[in-house]
T-cell receptor
């Protein structure tokens, strides 16, 4: 079955620390890849996306992600986190032949200490 | 900025009762999605509409769940009868069309079945 795995359920960092959140998926074909973020009390919003081309994609608020096809991974990174980055982060995969369906990981809760 | 609207935001119902959720997508968005998010997990697609037609309802428990989008604009998701295991956040999302476009999520309806 197709699935998305996020390695960490809860990450706690101090401000200015670097962030990397892991995401792996199980699907052999072409995929579109996404990271969504949910800030406390707000709805899910798109952080960044990969459809094709340069495997290093940049998103909003200084986030970036790298698609490594051979590892079926799409890890999210930020060089220096801020307290305002405290949120839940979801990796999602859209298999190319399945319309717009998104398959989400279970989410990683990020807490940034001021 | 246009947003996806959902109502109600919170719903408490007793087991075996009927419950309905409403979603109004962003104007002009042809594709509408209903997701269910159980606490501690990522969203899971229940049903996808393209205009008024169902594209994917493979994960919709059709014995108790139904969804419609009669005029290809707003949509209703119904559960009858509700079960304790239906307690979850029900999210609506919309996109311009299919997989090539970002999905915009609404605030969700938090359902508690007692």
């Amino acid at each position: 079955a197709q699935s998305v795995s996020q390695h960490n359920h809860h990450v706690i960092l101090s401000e200015a620390a670097s962030l990397e959140l892991g995401c792996n998926y199980s699907y052999g074909g072409t995929v579109n890849l996404f990271w969504y973020v949910q800030y406390p009390g707000q709805h899910l919003q798109l952080l960044l996306k990969y459809f094709s081309g340069d495997p290093l994609v940049k998103g909003i608020k200084g986030f970036e992600a790298e698609f490594i096809k051979s590892k079926f991974s799409f890890n999210l990174r930020k060089p220096s986190v801020q307290w305002s980055d405290t949120a839940e982060y979801f990796c999602a995969v859209n298999p190319y032949n399945q319309g717009g369906k998104l398959i989400f990981g279970q989410g990683t809760e990020l807490s940034v200490k001021p | 900025e246009a947003e996806v609207a959902q109502s109600p935001r919170y719903k408490i119902t007793e087991k075996s009762q009927a419950v309905a959720f409403w979603c109004d997508p962003i104007s002009g968005h042809a594709t509408l999605y209903w997701y269910r998010q159980i606490l501690g997990q990522g969203p899971e697609l229940l049903v996808q509409f393209q205009d008024e037609s169902v594209v994917d309802d493979s994960q919709l428990p059709k014995d108790r769940f139904s969804a419609e989008r009669l005029k290809g604009v707003d949509s209703t998701l119904k559960i009858q009868p509700a079960e304790l295991g239906d307690s979850a956040m029900y999210l609506c999302a919309s996109s311009l069309s299919g997989s090539s476009y970002e999905q915009y999520f609404g605030p969700g309806t938090r359902l508690t079945v007692t």
